[in-house]
């Protein structure tokens, strides 16, 4: 083997298609010291995810990594970057391929184009907008102001024979000449996150109008119509003559869930949250009084609580919800409306005026979907999607090829991120162990600023406009300008891809002098580690830095006064100078790190965290309180999928047990914890006598699964004709079909009430399988499903398609009249009304089958919640730390989460979770010292008085009294919760960070503002 291949098989990934699951995946590789390629088709990276302003917040979009400005200080990520790259062809073996690629030309220099503009002016056909479909292309292209790299780019197909408008490039950027370069990497692994496509609606025009009538637009091109970086920068007009809409409709499935061409058969799964997202902006944001109308089917809001942001919606937002089959539209020539005729479901064929209609657009697969599956030599499904199972849900049919988000089909945010972290996990086991990361390299020596006095910097940084709307920057910028020891103010522009922002305020730092900086904007919770790095990088220390969350605190509630809104804007800026004037320095200091993970729970999630931690030789204590393996996937039958689930188990168990890196301790309950990250110690008592033993490990994957609702009424346990779903597919799967020759199925028993709001999430798919299997073995048989909505996502849409080709009956009911049932003996009378018919339908059932949730183990997982000091949501599952930007990670560093403690899983998702945890958990294992912020408590020890209050009250049991009679708190195990120092009846404790000076700096700040 040669050296180059040698080198890149150690080192590096690529990772074809740079979306948000992309970049995902290059992100976790890239924090676990591994060398990462992207490569994409566009001539700018993020797909999608930067045109859809509503959803992240900056540092949310793993895109601003890729910028050198924003990755965190000291910390060489190891991304390289190519856009307008496609692979070619692929050769060799996991662990050692060669990707044959080649870029085509942007004709235009990277390294000279400033993205000035210029070039939109002077080419043919005039400027061109940021949105991709409301307006007219230009010659140059440059999608949108977010994009990266930050330049433009040709199309050299619309460059005519007058080329002389080039030279409007002062830089010399653009190169006509610039040809195809081929190119051949050596890598280990390759991921494939391709993304989508949105349908396309123009086919369908003499339906909907789309391209004829102005006012009609998708999904997307609304995002951008509300965007302050779109065609109307923000302002709230609808195209056609750039009045304010009052009146917008959503129509839902457009391209989806039809077997007419050109549209798809599937579901395409999001596009539900979408318009209920817009709609739910526009009328908060925009205009209180729209009247907001979705048109649908079914309405499908899958993900974790979001059936309780639907419920929201609908009672709250006061979004209007008609369920109907959406016909035609057409223009009102005398009042410009639009005129959507539609079916309701008791067949009234009613019309809705309207200044607006979007289309919820589905999602296709791309159109160099087979050619990349060719060049890869992977299998595609029926639908050009990357054809994965169940059983190994990011795996490619050939090995070390892996693939994730919606390259293997239409899924939201939160699933294409924990695909894009299991995939790298995968991907990373063809890779020998790098260098442990170090960071902390390459930085600029701090500059001592203890003796000087205070310089502040106010630095404004409106990302997305969101500011401006409601506050006058201005005026604040003015009244900043004013305050004590504020020496330098200025307005920085920071998008997702970072870049010349953050480098103005870097560069005013060093040139002004400034020692401190307060930065008007986002949430610190968002935004503070990009703005700590940034003064880190200009030589301050990360301390040195404070945040007027004005965008969150003010400007978004107080949408209706922009002049109150305005004058609490500056007493914000006014309190942030106060307190930052008296910060102190906090330095980074490293911890050792224990290279030992614990994962609490041997169900399929658990099982598969502690296998793939295992393969990339990490040592692994299992901790499981049954007596066995396996959780509560050993009560299934089959998969959603329909693929078997007790061989999937069976063989995750057999290589669990086969692992010398695992030790499995069986009948076991965690009883303490303490720690942090790097440094965790938990207390496990096991088996019959109890015993009792201390596990020291670096990370933590919490795993211990939910449990099965069992039924309250409709007879269950009473009579044996009822059952459970999961009761039927284990009878079905014995070949067990004597008393189903009628069976009636009701949805949503246990979910989507009071007590459970939320949706069970698998329960109408594992209904659709179960009522299949009853019509294969048993043809004759009559299956009933009450429902309220179905929800099948994706293929599983096939499935509801044949289920009602084979004589299944679907019938609706309401909430609020769920199916009444009666105990006859040997059968069971089911009555219900059907809105179709308009009447009360009888049916006498052989077999009454419940489809119950999965809900959490409150119990069980309170006490874990209290001894890892952790938090459930409202239905009782475990929180994580953020829903769309780390769903596996909790808010306790170095501790993450995976299957169905989260929320309810199909076993694809949580063996996709499971892996998902193990590659966050990697990122924390792979590095040299855990980096741990010195926000820590410190005792003053001539005003303690020994209480031994802070020793009582810290949870992890960190200070102590030492040899001198005072507290002593250890700075490597303390966590900076503060409790000591809000306890401490003396004093004698400040929280570094929050020390009583800088409070009192900030709040008589405020004070003198208001008196």
Request: proline share 6%.
């Amino acid at each position: 083997m040669s050296d180059a291949t040698q080198k890149g098989r150690l080192e590096t990934v690529l990772v074809i298609g740079g979306g948000i699951a992309g970049l995902k995946s290059a992100l976790d590789l890239a924090e676990s010291g591994r060398q990462v390629v992207v490569t994409d088709k566009a001539p700018n990276l993020g797909g999608y995810l930067p045109l859809l302003d509503r959803q992240f917040p900056t540092n949310d979009c793993q895109i601003c990594y890729l910028s050198p400005d924003m990755a965190p200080a000291g910390f060489d990520i190891g991304i390289g970057v190519m856009p307008l790259t496609e692979v070619v062809g692929v050769s060799g073996q996991a662990g050692d391929f060669t990707v044959e690629l080649t870029t085509k030309p942007r004709y235009i220099d990277t390294e000279l184009c400033t993205a000035c503009g210029e070039c939109l002016k002077a080419a043919p056909e005039g400027a061109v907008s940021f949105t991709p479909g409301l307006d007219h292309r230009s010659t140059t292209c440059l999608r949108y102001p977010q994009a990266v790299p930050q330049a433009f780019a040709i199309n050299i197909d619309k460059v005519g024979q007058d080329t002389s408008w080039i030279k409007c490039c002062e830089p010399g950027a653009i190169k006509l000449d610039q040809k195809p370069e081929s190119v051949k990497l050596n890598v280990g692994s390759i991921i494939v996150a391709t993304g989508a496509e949105l349908f396309d609606p123009t086919p369908l025009s003499d339906y909907f109008g789309y391209g004829q009538f102005p006012d009609v637009v998708t999904s997307l091109e609304f995002e951008r119509i509300l965007s302050p970086a779109g065609p109307t920068c923000g302002a709230f007009a609808r195209p056609s003559d750039g009045r304010r809409p009052t009146r917008i409709g959503w129509v839902q499935c457009v391209g989806s869930r039809t077997t007419k061409a050109p549209g798809n058969p599937y579901c395409s799964s999001i596009c539900c949250m979408f318009a209920m997202k817009e709609a739910a902006w526009a009328k908060e944001h925009f205009a209180s009084d729209l009247d907001a109308t979705i048109f649908y089917m079914d309405i499908r809001p899958m993900g974790k609580d979001y059936e309780q942001y639907y419920q929201r919606m609908k009672n709250d937002v006061g979004v209007n919800f008609v369920r109907c089959r959406p016909h035609t539209v057409r223009r009102d020539e005398a009042t410009n409306d639009l005129l959507l005729s539609y079916a309701t479901e008791d067949g009234q064929q009613l019309e809705a005026a309207l200044d607006m209609l979007v289309l919820a657009t589905g999602f296709c697969a791309s159109k160099e979907a087979v050619s990349t599956a060719q060049a890869l030599g992977i299998e595609l499904d029926k639908y050009n999607f990357v054809k994965v199972s169940d059983k190994a849900p990011v795996s490619t049919s050939r090995e070390g090829v892996y693939a994730c988000g919606m390259s293997t089909g239409p899924k939201d945010i939160p699933d294409s991120l924990m695909q894009a972290s299991a995939a790298a996990c995968l991907a990373s086991a063809h890779l020998t162990p790098p260098e442990p990361v170090r960071y902390e390299k390459d930085l600029p020596p701090e500059r001592d600023t203890a003796s000087e006095t205070p310089k502040i910097g106010v630095f404004v940084a409106d990302f997305g406009g969101n500011m401006a709307k409601y506050v006058d920057l201005a005026k604040v910028m003015a009244a900043a300008k004013t305050m004590p020891n504020v020496c330098c103010v200025e307005e920085i522009k920071v998008s997702y891809a970072g870049g010349q922002g953050l480098t103005q305020m870097i560069d005013s730092i060093k040139a002004s002098g400034v020692n401190r900086v307060v930065v008007v904007g986002n949430s610190p919770r968002t935004h503070g580690k990009i703005y700590a790095e940034a003064v880190r990088r200009a030589g301050l220390n990360r301390a040195m830095v404070e945040i007027a969350n004005v965008r969150d605190q003010d400007a978004l509630v107080h949408r209706d006064a922009p002049e109150a809104a305005t004058h609490k804007a500056i007493m914000l800026v006014r309190m942030a100078v106060g307190r930052v004037k008296l910060a102190k320095p906090i330095y980074v200091h490293a911890q050792s790190l224990d290279k030992t993970a614990l994962v609490v729970g041997g169900g399929v999630a658990g099982l598969t965290a502690a296998l793939q931690l295992a393969k990339q030789g990490i040592s692994v204590k299992l901790v499981e309180r049954d007596k066995q393996l396996g959780g509560m996937a050993l009560n299934l039958a089959h998969t959603l999928g329909g693929e078997p689930v007790r061989p999937i188990v069976e063989e995750l168990v057999a290589q669990v047990q086969a692992s010398d890196k695992i030790e499995v301790i069986l009948d076991a309950l965690v009883v303490d914890h303490k720690g942090c990250v790097g440094d965790f110690t938990t207390g496990v008592q096991s088996g019959p006598a109890m015993y009792y033993q201390q596990i020291k490990h670096g990370v933590t994957i919490i795993a211990t699964g939910g449990k099965a609702y069992k039924p309250e009424g409709y007879f269950y346990g009473k009579n044996p004709a009822v059952m459970t779903q999961v009761e039927l597919g284990v009878k079905l799967a014995a070949g067990q079909t004597d008393g189903l020759d009628t069976v009636v199925m009701i949805q949503c028993v246990g979910s989507r009430n009071d007590a459970n709001p939320a949706c069970g999430r698998i329960c109408c798919r594992s209904a659709v399988l179960n009522a299949l299997e009853i019509k294969r073995k048993k043809p004759e048989a009559t299956v009933v499903v009450l429902y309220r909505d179905m929800r099948t996502p994706y293929d599983s849409e096939d499935n509801y398609r044949l289920a009602r080709e084979l004589g299944v009956l679907f019938a609706r009911y309401e909430a609020g009249q769920p199916p009444k049932v009666a105990d006859n003996g040997a059968t069971m009378l089911v009555e219900f009304d059907d809105p179709i018919l308009g009447r009360t339908v009888d049916v006498e059932a052989t077999a009454l089958v419940l489809s119950t949730p999965q809900v959490a183990d409150e119990e069980g997982l309170e006490d874990l919640c209290d001894i890892f000091k952790l938090q459930q949501t409202e239905t009782g599952f475990l929180l994580e730390e953020h829903v769309k930007v780390r769903p596996v990670d909790t808010p306790e560093p170095g501790v993450f989460a995976a299957g169905s403690v989260l929320a309810p899983k199909s076993i694809d998702e949580a063996i996709t979770q499971g892996a998902a945890a193990a590659g966050r958990a990697i990122t924390v294992l792979a590095q040299e010292s855990v980096q741990v912020s010195g926000g820590v408590a410190k005792v003053v020890g001539e005003m303690c008085a020994a209480c031994l209050v802070c020793v009582r009250a810290c949870p992890i049991g960190v200070p102590f009294i030492n040899a001198d009679g005072y507290s002593q708190i250890d700075p490597e195990k303390c966590l900076g919760c503060g409790i000591c120092a809000a306890e401490c009846p003396a004093k004698a404790i400040q929280l570094q960070g929050y020390d009583d000076d800088q409070i009192m700096g900030q709040t008589d700040a405020l004070l003198e503002g208001v008196l």
